[in-house]
């Protein structure tokens, strides 16, 4: 089965700077899907970003952007000019191509930012 | 958003009581989940359901059902909840597709004393 790890259980970052969250993940899959979710204190989990795996280009979403190795099976998040509604728990998620129940989840990022 | 609510929203019971959460969707998703969400264990699949009266086992299915009489209700049954089941539910809907990303609900917070 699919495995995501988040290796960074809880990250700080300055307000203005930039952070990266890392992800790895384990498949024998060749196409896949990798998001980016977050999760306020209000507990909704909003789609930050995503990435298809048959994509060589990185992903970006305004001060979202994401560094895809495939061969590294890695997947990190770059979030610039941090700002303090970014804080946040951050979730790291991969789904299969081939079923549409698989979605695999890490243990989360806690995010701080300081102002 | 997917249209997605929850109910309750939170929910105190005790050891041994049947409970029902619900969801509903109006966004005519095909597919529907719900998960469990544990500290150091992100979200965990309990069900899933591909379509009226279609659903299946997820990772962490023990202890729990779960129904699908209608497109847009999807409900999950602890028939007898014990201290483990204490934690943050979330159902969650997609579209047709799997590059589709899952949307969620608000969540519900249940406590079993």
């Known amino acids: 089965a699919q495995t995501v790890t988040q290796s960074q259980p809880e990250m700080s970052v300055q307000e203005a700077e930039t952070v990266t969250l890392s992800c790895t993940y384990d498949?024998?899959?060749?196409?896949?899907?990798l998001f980016w979710y977050k999760q306020p204190p209000s507990r909704q989990m909003i789609l930050v970003i995503r990435q298809e795996a048959y994509k060589q280009q990185n992903a970006t979403e305004n001060r979202f952007s994401v560094n895809f190795q495939k061969a590294a099976k890695s997947f990190s998040l770059k979030i610039s000019d941090s700002q303090l509604g970014d804080a946040a728990m951050y979730f790291c998620?991969?789904?299969?191509?081939?079923?549409?129940?698989?979605?695999?989840f890490g243990a989360g990022t806690r995010l701080t930012v300081k102002p | 958003d997917a249209g997605i609510t929850q109910s309750p929203r939170h929910k105190v019971t005790e050891t041994g009581t049947p409970v029902t959460l619900r969801c509903h969707q109006t966004?005519?998703?095909?597919?529907m989940y719900w998960y469990r969400q544990d500290p150091g264990h992100g979200l965990r699949l309990i069900h899933y359901s591909y379509g009226v009266k279609d659903t299946d086992k997820g990772e962490v299915s023990d202890g729990y059902s779960v129904s699908r009489s209608k497109t847009e209700d999807f409900l999950l049954t602890l028939e007898s909840a014990t201290s483990s089941q204490t934690s943050v539910y979330f159902c969650a809907t997609s579209g047709p597709s799997s590059y589709n990303e899952q949307f969620f609900g608000p969540g519900t917070r249940l406590t079993v004393l």
């Open positions: 498949t024998s899959e060749s196409d896949y899907y």
């Open positions: 966004e005519n998703h095909r597919y």
């Open positions: 998620a991969y789904r299969t191509t081939i079923y549409n129940n698989d979605m695999r």
